[in-house]
């Protein structure tokens, strides 16, 4: 097996009396899909904060890049090794064009100091081409896109960094059926593309979808580390909600019950 672009041993975070994380492990290889799963609580969001910089972990814990030690203090620490978040927010300017989005901070420029806007624009094409993104026009005000544009360009952002790993708190959120499909595509094209791409979700159907294994905590604990095509949605709804008898599970039981008495 080879080793883990991104691993996480024994991370533990407490705010106060409250124990957030709990000695959590996460490992992510390059080329794969990992869905971070569990119920609101359960440490999803610590943790991806943890990674991103954003939260210092408690001592105790090790992070490891591509099986070297590292230390993750901030968020400059994360972009630095090569760790892209995408916040469910976007944090995107809705009365700048895309091309502005794309570049915002990171401008290129013409000597001595005015935007270098023609080479930002053909570099916007390329990244989004590579991705097989089709936009007619980049210099529509963000504002005016769907939601799954506005999330292709977030993501098209963070890759501008040439990244490693991406973080993704739920993308799909509040899209359609043709836009959820859109960003799920590019999610493949980034595996394809051989980044180690971390997905928070509680859309099953998604996590299904694209994903290569689901890590489930609970509580601020490990509840579980699934291969997707072969574990089953209840195996997976059990480890998120810690009872083998849940909603899930009893509605199965009564469609199967359902199926044997029509026989």
Same mark, same amino acid.
């Given at each position: 097996?080879?080793?883990?672009?991104?691993?996480?041993?024994?991370?533990?975070?407490?705010?106060?009396?409250?124990?957030?994380?709990?000695?959590?492990?996460?490992?992510?290889?390059?080329?794969?899909?990992?869905?971070?799963?569990?119920?609101?609580?359960? *440490?999803?969001?610590?943790?991806?904060?943890?990674?991103?910089?954003?939260?210092?972990?408690?001592?105790?814990?090790?992070?490891?890049?591509?099986?070297?030690?590292?230390?993750?203090? *901030?968020?400059?620490?994360?972009?630095? =090794?090569?760790?892209?978040?995408?916040?469910?927010?976007?944090?995107?300017?809705?009365?700048?064009?895309?091309?502005?989005?794309?570049?915002?901070?990171?401008?290129?420029?013409?000597?001595?100091?005015?935007?270098?806007?023609?080479?930002?624009?053909?570099?916007?094409?390329?990244?989004?081409?590579?991705?097989?993104?089709?936009?007619?026009? =980049?210099?529509?005000?963000?504002?005016?896109?769907?939601?799954?544009?506005?999330?292709?360009?977030?993501?098209?952002?963070? =890759?501008?960094?040439?990244?490693?790993?991406?973080?993704?708190?739920?993308?799909?959120?509040?899209?359609?059926?043709?836009?959820?499909?859109?960003?799920?595509?590019?999610?493949?094209?980034?595996?394809?593309?051989?980044?180690?791409?971390?997905?928070?979700?509680?859309?099953?159907?998604?996590?299904?979808?694209?994903?290569?294994?689901?890590?489930?905590?609970?509580?601020?604990?490990?509840?579980?580390?699934?291969?997707?095509?072969?574990?089953?949605?209840?195996?997976?709804?059990?480890?998120?909600?810690?009872?083998?008898?849940?909603?899930?599970?009893?509605?199965?039981?009564?469609?199967?019950?359902?199926?044997?008495?029509?026989?």
């Amino acid at each position: 097996m080879s080793t883990p672009v991104l691993e996480l041993s024994g991370i533990s975070k407490t705010f106060g009396a409250v124990r957030a994380l709990d000695a959590v492990d996460l490992h992510v290889h390059q080329g794969e899909v990992v869905a971070l799963l569990g119920d609101n609580g359960a *440490g999803k969001s610590t943790l991806v904060k943890v990674i991103a910089g954003a939260h210092s972990a408690d001592t105790g814990g090790a992070v490891s890049w591509d099986g070297k030690p590292v230390e993750i203090t *901030g968020p400059a620490d994360a972009q630095r =090794l090569g760790i892209a978040t995408i916040y469910q927010d976007l944090a995107l300017c809705d009365n700048l064009d895309i091309v502005a989005n794309l570049f915002l901070g990171n401008e290129h420029l013409h000597f001595p100091g005015t935007l270098d806007e023609v080479e930002m624009e053909r570099r916007a094409w390329e990244l989004l081409r590579s991705l097989s993104v089709e936009i007619p026009d =980049l210099r529509v005000p963000v504002a005016s896109l769907s939601g799954g544009q506005r999330q292709i360009v977030a993501i098209a952002r963070a =890759l501008l960094g040439e990244p490693r790993v991406v973080m993704l708190d739920e993308p799909t959120a509040a899209l359609g059926v043709a836009q959820t499909a859109q960003v799920l595509d590019l999610i493949e094209q980034l595996r394809d593309q051989g980044l180690g791409v971390i997905l928070i979700s509680h859309n099953m159907a998604d996590v299904r979808a694209v994903a290569d294994r689901a890590a489930v905590l609970r509580l601020g604990r490990n509840a579980g580390d699934f291969p997707i095509a072969g574990t089953s949605y209840e195996e997976i709804v059990a480890a998120i909600t810690g009872a083998a008898d849940n909603p899930v599970t009893r509605r199965d039981g009564r469609q199967t019950a359902g199926a044997e008495e029509s026989r």
